[in-house]
């Protein structure tokens, strides 16, 4: 690739052109020690501010081209996903510099949603052999499907990083994403009429949004190209109209052969473009010791 960054590899994704590889040197997260330590967690979540101070130490390390090259990526139809992460996991890289690093990363394309499952600015789950939650988040040996974020709060969703803190005891549970363009069967159901009709769209008790909202599951971007807001658990279809439509539109996207399925390393950090990037997680194989722990934030771009 044509981006180079002084303390950065940045290479092709190796299943898919459209998603950008970035490894972060030994030397750069040495460098990040330092200013990640000025603050613990609770100043980042009580205080906004404090995460655009950890973003700018990031982004400095770069000459501020690290920033440039992450927003030209999310935004970019022909790419909009980028990996990135520590090239080497050391000691000095636990859960709490994980939140950071991430934190950092998200303030240099927008500004992060209030996550109302976790009451802050960013949510942390496990995944384990036992599950009694109402979310096919933590079910660990069902696969989810592919879908977008945010599609039951009223908060625009432009982007998601999912960052994978901890695993232990773990087989299969891949990263499945699908980007629209490559969807065998994006215009057949973009152009049916009822996927521009307003559906409801409610969530589970576990995500502590206490109301619904109504929007279409197909939408256009400012040249016509299709966008889509989806996801299986939560959309209440009216009529049979819609649930016929859902039912097409679920198979027909579990179905896909251009799904990319993709191991991540602990410390990986996936960031998408929540618009034309639906993403999903394989099943895993069964184990009494299974434990994942994930990071997500989601938010909007900077309006500058």
């Not at 090259?69 to 970019?76: G, Q, T």
């Not at 789950?125 to 977008?148: C, G």
């Not at 980007?179 to 589970?204: M, T």
């Amino acid at each position: 690739m044509k981006n180079e960054i002084e303390g950065f590899d940045i290479n092709q994704h190796e299943k898919s052109s459209r998603i950008v590889n970035i490894d972060i040197s030994d030397e750069i997260i040495n460098k990040l020690i330092f200013p990640f330590n000025k603050f613990d967690l609770t100043a980042l979540e009580y205080k906004p501010f404090t995460r655009f101070t950890i973003a700018k130490s990031f982004d400095d390390l770069s000459n501020n081209k690290l920033s440039k090259l992450l927003n030209e990526i999310i935004k970019d139809r022909a790419t909009g996903c980028f990996i990135i992460k520590p090239k080497n996991i050391t000691s000095k890289i636990d859960d709490i510099f994980l939140v950071k690093l991430s934190t950092a990363i998200v303030h240099l394309i927008g500004k992060p949603n209030h996550d109302a499952m976790a009451g802050k600015y960013y949510a942390r789950f496990h995944v384990k052999h036992e599950d009694k939650s109402d979310s096919y988040l933590r079910k660990a040996y069902t696969n989810m499907d592919l879908h977008t974020d945010g599609t039951y709060v009223k908060e625009k969703t432009d982007w998601l990083l999912m960052s994978k803190i901890e695993e232990k005891n773990v087989q299969g549970g891949e990263t499945a994403m699908l980007h629209l363009d490559d969807w065998e069967h994006c215009q057949e159901l973009y152009n049916d009429p009822v996927a521009k009709e307003d559906f409801i769209w409610g969530s589970p008790k576990s995500k502590n949004v206490g109301y619904k909202v109504e929007h279409p599951v197909f939408s256009s971007d400012e040249k016509g190209r299709a966008q889509i807001s989806y996801i299986d658990q939560f959309p209440e279809p009216k009529n049979m109209k819609q649930g016929v439509f859902l039912q097409k539109l679920s198979d027909s996207l579990e179905e896909s052969s251009n799904k990319v399925i993709t191991e991540l390393p602990v410390g990986s950090a996936v960031v998408a473009n929540n618009y034309f990037w639906l993403h999903g997680r394989k099943p895993f194989k069964e184990n009494k010791e299974l434990s994942r722990e994930l990071l997500r934030i989601r938010g909007s771009f900077f309006i500058n």
